[in-house]
């Protein structure tokens, strides 16, 4: 089983950024598709950004143009940049492989956004 270790959180203010990291455990990481998600109280988590083995990207409307994902599959690691954070980004972070069999939830990275 891949394990991951979300990183890098914290309280930031309205247009702050953050990045967030994610290692993980095993030695082909690089031929998965990765992605953060994000779970806020009382919401369903929700994938915002995934990226595929080869580099390629996908977004979610609410993140588009000012989160970036990016991998570096030498450090078995995945990261999440998040510019011009707004409050409705709280949440905690959370990365996975979306739709792969036997990628364990990590306990994820809080990310406060407020004044």
């Known amino acids: 089983q891949v394990r991951v270790v979300e990183s890098g959180g914290g309280l930031v203010q309205p247009g702050g950024s953050l990045r967030l990291s994610c290692a993980a455990s095993?030695?082909?990481?690089?031929?998965?598709?990765m992605g953060w998600y994000r779970q806020a109280p009382g919401n369903e988590r929700e994938l915002v950004a995934t990226?595929?083995?080869?580099?390629?990207?996908n977004y979610a409307d609410s993140v588009k143009g000012r989160f970036t994902i990016s991998r570096d599959n030498a450090k078995n690691t995945v990261y999440l940049q998040m510019n011009s954070l707004k409050p409705e980004d709280t949440a905690v972070y959370y990365c996975?492989?979306?739709?792969?069999?036997?990628?364990?939830w990590g306990q994820g990275t809080q990310v406060t956004v407020s004044s």
């Open positions: 095993g030695s082909i990481f690089s031929i998965y598709v």
């Open positions: 996975n492989s979306p739709g792969t069999v036997g990628f364990a």
């Open positions: 990226i595929s083995s080869g580099g390629s990207t």
